[in-house]
């Protein structure tokens, strides 16, 4: 009897922590999913945001088509217009969270600028 009851003390201990781990993981989803839910796969776009912070991107991109480009916070505006600046692109006008660029051969691009504490978005 008391071989028993030390084997289900080992089996706890893995229960426990597969149980604390899908809870993390099943929290963590539903909170991406309320923040990204207009794209395509937001779950994916909150563990982009979790890799841009741990390897320090300034931005990254995630999702193609639409295009959308997840960004750092801080100075956001500024890495926008540096990022279409390498593209070949200039700041035409703001229009609230409207920005639009325009290149040499009068080629138009527009994205919807969102900005909060911890992240950008490019849209």
């Not at 920005?99 to 919807?112: L, M």
């Not at 600028?113 to 849209?123: A, G, L, M, V």
Request: hydrophobic share 45%; with cysteine; glycine share 4%.
């Amino acid at each position: 009897m008391f071989l028993k009851k030390e084997k289900m003390k080992n089996f706890k201990l893995p229960f426990t922590i597969i149980i604390c781990l899908s809870l993390i993981i099943i929290g963590l989803c539903l909170i991406f999913f309320h923040e990204f839910n207009r794209l395509n796969n937001p779950i994916m776009a909150g563990f982009n945001l979790i890799k841009m912070n741990i390897l320090n991107l300034d931005y990254i991109l995630i999702q193609e088509n639409p295009k959308v480009i997840l960004a750092k916070s801080n100075n956001a505006f500024e890495r926008l217009e540096k990022y279409m600046n390498n593209n070949g692109f200039k700041l035409i006008e703001r229009l609230g969270s409207w920005v639009i660029f325009e290149n040499d051969s009068f080629e138009k691009q527009s994205f919807s600028f969102r900005e909060n504490r911890y992240y950008s978005i490019w849209e």
